[in-house]
Structure formats: C-alpha cells, structure tokens
C-alpha cells in the first residue's frame, strides 16, 4: 500500500535543494533587473543620445527611428531624460540608505546600550518618528532648504534612519543578552571593542537586507517629492517630475508617462528581490522559517 | 483486541531522505508501549503519522490502522472524526502547545464540549472537575488564567487534561516531561499512570530517556536513525540489552535512577 | 486597565507636547520670511516691519510659541498670513474629503488584504497564491501617483466613466458627484495599501499555520478550518492590528500625493500650498492635527492589541510589527 498523506489540502513542499535554485534565482532577478538601471545611470555619466537640452526633435514624437520612444513636449529625447532620471534615482537610494545606514546605526547602537528611562525616551522618540511617513518629514525639510536633490536625498536619508535606528536598537539588544557577551564583558573587554567584534558582526546580514529595502523606499520617496515639485529642479529628468509633466499628455503621448514609471518599478522590484535574496542566504535564522 | 497497528511504517522527506524506515508495532487496547530513542531516531514522526498530521511534503508508505481505521492515505474529514476520538496527544513543551491568547478553561471546555457534548454551567463544572482530576490546585482560577501566568508544571497538567477531556482509547504522550523541571518530573509521570490507570487506557509513551520509560510502561521499543532495534518487556532489556545502542541508553538511565534515588533517600 | 490607560494617555499628552515643539521649532528653521508673503516686491523696510508684526513674527520665539500653545489649548488653530482667515474652520472643511477618502482607502485595502494575505499563505505551493504573493510584490514597488495617473487615463480619460478629478464645489450637498469623485483615489490608496498589508497578513498566517496551538488543537479533533477559527483568527491579528495603525496613520499624511494627482482640495493640498507660501499658521495647523490623528490611531491600535492579547500586559506600548 503506497499512498501520499497530506496533512492539508496543500501541495507537497518543494525540497531543499530546488529551494535553494529558486533563492538564487530571486537574488539572479533582482540583480539583473536593478543592474539595468545601475548600468543605464553609469553610460549616462559618459554618453547619452542626445543632450539634456537638446530640443531640436519636435514636439511630442512618437516613437521612431531618430528618437527611440519619441520626445517630451519640449522636444527632448525621451530615452536621453530616462538615462538621467536612473542616474538621479540611482544616486537618491544610495544617498538615502548611506545617510539611513551612518545614523541610523550610531542611533540604534546608542539607544541600544540605553538603560531604564532613557531606554524608553528613545524608543518612544524612534516610535513617534517612525509614525510620520518618510514622505512628510521629507516635505518640511525640503521647505526648510530648497528643492535640490541634495534636500530630497538628506530628508529621505533622516526619515529612513528612525527605521533603522529602531532595527539596530532590537538587533543589537538581542546580541548584548547573549551569554557570550557576557562572557567578553566579565573577561575585560571594552565595550568599543565589543560593539565591533561581537555585535556589528552579527546584526550585518539583517542590517544589509533592511538597508536594500530602504533603497528601495528612497527611491519611490524621491519619485514622489519630484512629482509635487519638491525633488532635483529643472533641467534634471527625475522620473517623478517626468511623471507629472506627462500626466497631462498620457492619451496622446503615452510613452513619457509610462516608461518613468516602468523603470521605476523595474528599479524597486530589482532591489526588492535583492533584499528578498540576500535574507535568505546570509540570515541562517530565517532561511529555516520561511517558506 | 488490537488498537493499533502499524505495519512497515516508512516516513520520507520531500528530497528523499528517509526518517522512519520499515517500522512495524502493535499496541493492545489498555496496554502501555514505551517508544524510545535519541532526538531524530524518527519516535515523534511516528505519533504525528498515527494522528494524520506530519508536516507538509513528507511521504508516507506502509499501514497505520487505528481502533479500524486506516490512516495513511485517509481523508481530512475522516481524520478529524479518529483524532482525539480513538488517540489524543500531548505534545512536549506546553508553552507553544497552548493557545497564548485564549484562557485555560476555554481551550479544555473546547474538547469537553465536541466529545461529551457539554453546554453552560455543565460545561464549566466539567472543566473545573478536569482540572481537579490532573490535581491542579484552585481550578477556578487556572480556568481563568491565560497559559503565560501558569507555570511549565501546571502547562503539561493542562495539556494532559486536554487529551484525556476526549476520552481517547488511545493517549500519546510525546516526550511530555522533557520541557519540565526535573522536581515536577517524576510527579507528572505518576499522574499520567495513575489517571490512565483509572481509565484502562492504552499509552503510547515517547521519551528518549530509558528511566522515564520505564516508570510508566511495560514493553519497549527501540528506536535509532528510524527504524526498530529492539524490543521487548522493559525489565527484560534492562537486565539484559541486546544491541550496543540500547546497552548505552540502559547505562545512562541507570545513572539517572541512582542519582534519584539518592534525591529520594534524601 | 484603567492604571495602563491613564499612563498610556499620559504618553499620548506627552508626545503631542514634545511633537508640537519639534514642529514649531522646525518651522522656524525654514529660510525665508513670511512677511515677503505678505507684501509686494518691493516693500519697504517699514512696511515689511509692519506686516512682521500684524503677524506676530517679530516676537521672540518662546513668546511666540507660548502664543500657539495658548490658543491651541482653546481649540484654536490661528490665523492664515496669507488669507487672514482663520485656520481651523478651513482645516474642518478640507478634513471633509481628506477623512472619507483615508478611511474609505483603508477599509478597502483590508477587505482586499485579508483574505488575499490569507489565500497567499494557505495555497502559497498553487499557482494562484504565488500569483497574489508576486501582485504584493508589484504592488509595494508602484508609486501611487503612478498608479493613479494610470487608473485616471484608463477609467476616466478613456472610459470616461469616473471624474479625472475635482471635487464638487459644494462638497457633500452633491453626495453623488462628491462619492465619483473619490472612487478613483479611493481605489489608488487601497490597492497600494493593500499590497504591503497582504505581505504582513501572509506572514502572520504563515505563522499561524506553523503553531503548536494549531497543531494541538486538530491533534485533539479540531477541524482545520474551526481551529483557524477559534485560534488562527485571534493570534494572526496580533501582529496585523499594528501594522494597520501604521498603514492608516501613513495613510491620512500620504494622501498628500493622491490628493495632488486628483486635485481633491484636502488636508494635503492645503499643507503643500502653505508651505508654499510659508504661512506658518497654516502648516502648523495641518501638522497638529494630523500629529493628534496619528497619535490617536497609535494609541487605538494599543488598546486593541490589549485587549485581543494579555501577555501585552505590563508593557507601555504595543508589540512592534
């Protein structure tokens, strides 16, 4: 008598080892997909088709051979703007995350070692911070300077490091009640020296995977803020802003309305799946519980 | 009269690794059979597969047939009338086993009411009497309590009173001490064989310790790298193990009995 | 409870006061000076002088502040620089289409993540729970101007069924106009929201699937799905219920950017405008009010959370998500 028992009405798990090929199929696809984009902001640096200025294509053409999705309703060259708009969402997410990662960090490592009242300031602090959405700090601080992607990139970046802030702050006080901690702290070992050989070493693999997230976030973030006008001022071609000077055109000239919007998407997912991968190969804790 | 019969019993992964292999065993109505072997010999795969609910994607060849019923290969809806029924179970750890957001007595009124088909104030006096039977004290207030405000000793207590509310010709008891202190250990074993005493009920106990087996059960049966090394009278395999594994566990339950009995003599 | 409530509003007051300090000195921190505003280009120092101090502007800033606290205790928001209107009926108004659109977005976005979170995890091995789980995907990398300008160009421009935007002049007097008119934003926010919400719902469920409790209670003859009932429910809740209070709180503050694709003259507009033209009554007004909306749902989702689980018991603030 040979049969299957299933517990549910479930299919049968997929084993391990094809568990893993798709693992490294999900960090391949992100790869890819935001490697596009990098590479697409990396040629913009030294060549696109046309410059940045150049109205010289007619108003609003379609798709052709002189300009490969047509042109804006200035008369630029819709691929041109797209190259330089990968080029300011890409320098966003990683101004963003690296502002997020240097204080966000510094804080939730502080607020880690925090005791008592101060501990609950802190978290309390992260807690209310972390209540406004990025996009709303962003605006104030955005009105507070001037719109520059500078602005756009610090707000994002200090928003984000409240995020992070309260991850590291859990991470690490999970790390500081391990007994091998304890065991460094009763041997004499300061406590530099310990944030840096015990604990950074063991929240780095969920701190980089968070990280990838926020970029992600950064740039969806920055694509709003130039959508209201917030964000890189003209001539720069951030997505958002292209976004919403085609938003009047979109029945007659699609292109320009879509295809921000497409690269965006790709961007974000690609980095999305970049975390999604990463979790799984370098966190051994969740690589078991996840299905 | 057979309860349960498990014949060729082989438990495998979805990748193909085998976990249980060939295992074969018979437990009478009333009688008591102790399963034991090291963590990963497969004992715990066992009992989930005589309940129909091992995790998803494992394959499982061979016969279970419990009180008539086949179980490998059943229907869930078949399944849901044998559980609890004909075997219920206790888990090992009792904190995760229980409900965290539901009060003790509503998780033992739960079974209560399915199998004896309890109502109202009934109902509440047979969770306050199951309660008294696993000898926890001012049951009222247990009912009221939420898992995490008992101790791991008074958990078990309410797991147990669970399985025995479904009055099951069948009681599994899967490593139900492990997760205790080893002062409440030996009192929660004397529970169990005095309350399935009292009830003729059939046990199938699971334990990897030789020591605990034997308070509770008569015959024994061997488990390594899932598949049966030995079996027979629990007397019998101490004075005398066959197999060199089963040699080992007699050797470190005996150092455990002397080391109680010297707590005892205490 | 009543011990827990008391502190826990007493940490409601606190943060409004502290949230409140940090708005307002940020605020001043804006470059640029409101009395420009006020006056035409080329204003002389006098009149510049004058306007500074019709608006208060030239007081020292903890006279300045004291000023707000004093009239925010009796339930004034103060007065617009640039319109010298009073700022709260107006905030009133705006919170007549900004409310019924969050709240609105929000119930749509749950209806639609529950049960899709729920299918994704359950039959996550079967083609149409990879399906929802990969949508999730999609849905979390979609900015919502985006997807709104797209729902606009297909369903009004092209179908011309719904409005492209616009509110009805006179508001909710043309109820039928009034609720066309948010269907589309409505729409936009729950189907972003809910792409974010559907990942929290599947993880609890996963969870849950994978609980001891669970796995107890059919081992004693429990059906699947009245365990799922009677313990799935409760305990996948948990951690959802505070998620949702983050989602609604991002919600009401994000409509800021669906209220401008839509031009719906909400609490968000009226923010972007003032800090436009730096009328500070008015961007402290939203911001407060929006602050005590936002503390007020973090503080509901608490008490929620208590209640649906008593090991919070003892602890200030609810679980994190």
Redesign the interface.
Known sequence: ??????????????????RRGRRSATLITGCVLSGLIFLLALVSLVWTPYASDDTSGGRLTGPGAGHLLGTDKLGRDLFTQLMTGSRIAVEAGLGSVLIAAVAGVTLGVLAAFAQGWLD?TLS??L??L????T??LA??IV????ATLGSAVLAIGLAQSAVVA?VVR?LVKRVLAQDYITAARTSGTSWPWIVAGHVLPNIWPTLVVNLALQF?LAV?AE??LS??GLGAPPPNASW?RM??EA?AT??TA?AG?LAP?VL??LL??GV??VADGLRDTLDPATRRRR? | MTLLDIHGLTIRTADGHTLVDDLSLTVAGGERLGLIGESGSGKSLTTLAVLGLLPDGMTVTGSIGLAGTQIVGAREKHLTRVRGRDAAIVFQEPLTALDPLMRVGRQIAEPLARRQGLKGTELQRAVTRALEQVRLPEPDRIARAYPHEISGGQRQRVALAMALACEPKLLIADEPTTALDVSVQAEMLDLIDTLVRERDMAVLFVSHDLAVVARVTDRVLVMKDGRAVEEGDVREIVRRPREEYTRALVGSARRLESALDARRAR | MAPYLLRRFAFLLVSLVLASVVLFVLLRMLPGDPANALTSVGASPEQIAAARHSIGSDRPLPEQFTHWIGQLATGDLGTSFVSSLPVGPEVGSRLNVTVPLTLAAFLLAVLIAVPAGFVAAYKRHTWYGALLSGASQLGIAVPVFWLGMILVAVFALNAGWLPAGGFPPDGWDQPGEAVRSLVLPVVTIALVMSASLIRYVRSATLDVLGSDYLRTARALGSSFGRAMWRHGLRNASVPVVSVLGIELASTLLGAVVVESVYALPGLGSMLATGIAQHDYPVIQGVLFVSTLAVLLIGFAADLVQRIIDPRLRGRLSGGAP
């Open positions: 008598m040979t049969q299957t028992l299933r517990t549910s009405s479930e299919a049968p798990q997929a084993a391990p080892a094809k609950d309390a602090f807690d209310i972390i209540a406004f959405p996009l709303l605006m104030l009105a507070a300077r001037s309260r859990i992600g969806l694509a709003g959508y209201l958002g976004l919403q938003q979109f029945t699609p309305a919007g965006l998407v974000v997912i999305n799946l299905s």
